[in-house]
């Protein structure tokens, strides 16, 4: 791989595409590599490849539309002359703009993890992040998917100029948190605008905000503490940059005793950890740690009863749930989640699938984890879903394919055959999911047939996959009784 890449600016001209321009490459420089042994060892995950990390720099527009220079990581396999799928993959809420997966923090580990799975993956820092001016516009649907799309041409010319790996026809979109909401918006992006460049494969939105005005709202401004204030703050100084008619002044919003430390925090003089801290701690001493306590009566009127007002205008558009998904999607939450409800998994998995969504579903995978405690489950459910549709093929050729085995009887009562094709010396990894993509068994595979027991599960479809981490296969299994 090159360590630095550089080409030369499209030409600007008043009137002329944003997305034209947009796809350029600014530069990319080698950050380092690591190797699967260490990534396994460290992330607790069966890491399939070695993989370099790149710093990329690309052209993306502004919220108000002007051209700007974002930044994002983006994770190669290493395995010259390999295909890969591309991964978009979308982080959670950072302190600040240093706190961002281009200089390996906010989130850089799940996008590491997704490259050693084998998937060229593009962590975009947003914007207001990285090398972005201005303030991070947080939670803003639009600029959420514009710049990781547009990060994603940027990879695809990328690959084009670099003989050392290629891109098949995939695209997997995924994100925990803030990178959730980001994750559905980019995907509801690319169906709905852009179906000609990219066909989405499959998407796994984890623990998002998809019901910003409604599900989130009354969450977070309900009579119950809420000990993550500071994201109130600065959903508001995010949508006044972005809509521009919000406020004219922060004490029509909030209280004159948050001034203050919400002007620092806007000012990059503190982070948000620290905004956090400051305001909870004014709170404590005025009532509880309760959010809509920090807005002046007349706007919290207007928030806790969902009234009319230009900051309700910019809650509803940046929900991200009420359209109609066609890729395989899965919204993986947990139930005791204390930052972003599941309710907004479930909202969206009824309105979205009332919508005609081919194949949605949520699914709580770990209903006693909190915010942080549900980022494990919900990456581990995540992988075992994208697992199901992932074509690789490596420097050596062999490919991940359909066609490595057989299956009888199917559909299956009882005991499952699973022959190879072709004789065969290394062991697989046998692993079964059901339509979920929750893993249900995982077996060893040790010579050219296995018969697995399937007559305690219930009736249905699943997807058998095998893996030596060299080769792979997928099949379809009906199981009847």
Known sequence: MKNSFTKILCLFFLGLSFNLCAQNVVEVTFIESRTKEAISSNFGVDAQFDVNLYRMLYETPDIQGNLDTASGLFIIPDNPGGTFPLLSYSHGTVNDRNDVPSLLEGGAELAIIFGSLGYVTAAADFLGLGTARGIHPYVHADSEASASVDMLYAMQAYAETDPAFNLNDQLFVTGYSQGGHAAMATHRLIETELSDDFTVTATAPMSGPYSISQEMR????????????????????????????????????????????????????????????????????????????????????????????????????????????????????????????????????????????????????????????????????????????????????????????????????????????????????????????????????????????????????????????????????????
């Open 218 to 481: 009354k969450f977070t401004t309900g009579d119950d503490p809420y000990f993550f204030v500071a994201y109130l703050a600065s959903l508001v100084l995010s949508y006044e940059a972005a809509y521009g008619n919000i406020y004219t002044d922060l004490e029509e919003i909030f209280k004159p005793q948050f001034i203050e430390d919400i002007v620092s925090f806007e000012n990059e003089e503190i982070t948000l950890f620290q905004l956090n801290l400051q305001l909870v701690f004014k709170l404590q001493f005025g009532g509880g740690v309760i959010p809509k306590l920090m807005l002046q009566d007349s706007i919290r009127e207007i928030v806790v009863n969902d009234g009319e007002h230009p900051i309700m205008d910019a809650l509803r558009d940046n929900d991200t749930f009420d359209w109609t998904a066609s890729a395989p999607t899965r919204l993986f939450y947990c139930t005791a989640d204390d930052q972003v409800t599941f309710r907004n998994a479930i909202l969206a998995d009824s309105v979205m699938n009332a919508n005609g969504a081919t194949d949605l579903t949520s699914m709580d995978v770990a209903s006693n984890q909190d915010h942080g405690g549900c980022v494990t489950p919900a990456t581990t459910a995540t992988i075992d879903f994208f697992a199901q549709f992932q074509d690789v093929m490596v420097g050596t050729n062999e490919v991940f394919t359909q066609d490595l085995f057989e299956v009888y009887p199917n559909p299956v009562r009882d005991i499952l055959t699973i022959q190879m094709e072709t004789e065969r010396s290394s062991e697989f990894t046998v692993s079964l999911y059901d339509v979920y993509g929750k893993l249900i068994l995982t077996n060893i595979m040790s010579g050219n047939n296995l018969d697995i027991e399937v007559s305690g599960l219930p009736v249905g479809m699943y997807v058998l996959a095998i893996n030596d981490g060299t080769v792979r296969g997928v099949e379809k299994i009906n199981i009847q009784r």
